[in-house]
T-cell receptor, first 108, second 113 residues
Framework: ELKVEQNPLFLSMQEGKNYTIYCNYS?????LYWYRQDPGKSLESLFV?????AVKQEGRLMASLDTKARLSTLHITAAVHDLSATYFC????????FGAGTILRVKS | SAVISQKPSRDICQRGTSLTIQCQVD?????MFWYRQQPGQSLTLIAT?????????ESGFVIDKFPISRPNLTFSTLTVSNMSPEDSSIYLC??????????FGPGTRLLVL
């Protein structure tokens, strides 16, 4: 059974700081997604990572995928308050298997 | 990207009753899925809604409790049957191509009393 583990589960950080969220998974997959969810809202697609070594960047967020290590990272650069949300990784096994989510709080 | 709407957005129901949730996509899609999300938790896949055939259910979910229809490539329904308070949750549908980004609806917040 595929397991997807995210850490940390909760992250409180100051504005302007950098941090990384990790997503480990237990079975081979070549496709991984990152989603953002604001409180009371649905999921917004951030990135799709399609192959080993893939790197995608959008604003202050950068995601990468290492399929050999079964690891994806979501790096936050110079955090701002607007990035406060819950971030989920999801591994594609012809259906999405989600991690537990990382609650990010950026403090002014 | 697909735009997905769900109805109702929220409901309060009495135990023992059933609720049908509708999911409409603005374009034809190959795949549609139904998820459950408990407050503050991750998403759990209930089933894959297959067009023209029976849905494919995940472990722990059965057709009698969660019957699903998908009459065409843009529409699906999920019924939560014989509800109990444990069914209180957010129900989300998603849609997209095979092995492509899944886009999510706004969710249906269900409270069972």
């Amino acid at each position: 059974e595929l397991k997807v583990e995210q850490n940390p589960l909760f992250l409180s950080m100051q504005e302007g700081k950098n941090y990384t969220i990790y997503c480990n998974y237990s079975t081979t997959s070549d496709r991984l997604y990152w989603y953002r969810q604001d409180p009371g809202k649905s999921l917004e697609s951030l990135f799709v990572l399609l192959s080993n070594g893939a790197v995608k960047q959008e604003g202050r967020l950068m995601a990468s995928l290492d399929t050999k290590a079964r690891l994806s990272t979501l790096h936050i650069t110079a955090a701002v308050h607007d990035l406060s949300a819950t971030y989920f990784c999801a591994v594609d096994m012809n259906k999405l298997v989600f991690g537990a989510g990382t609650i990010l709080r950026v403090k002014s | 990207s697909a735009v997905i709407s769900q109805k109702p957005s929220r409901d309060i129901c009495q135990r023992g009753t059933s609720l049908t949730i509708q999911c409409q996509v603005d374009s034809q899609v190959t795949m549609m899925f139904w998820y459950r999300q408990q407050p503050g938790q991750s998403l759990t896949l209930i089933a894959t809604a297959n067009q023209g055939s029976e849905a494919t259910y995940e472990s722990g979910f059965v057709i009698d409790k969660f019957p699903i229809s998908r009459p065409n490539l843009t529409f699906s329904t999920l019924t939560v049957s014989n509800m109990s308070p444990e069914d209180s949750s957010i129900y989300l549908c998603s849609a997209g191509g095979l092995r492509e980004t899944q886009y999510f609806g706004p969710g249906t917040r269900l409270l069972v009393l």
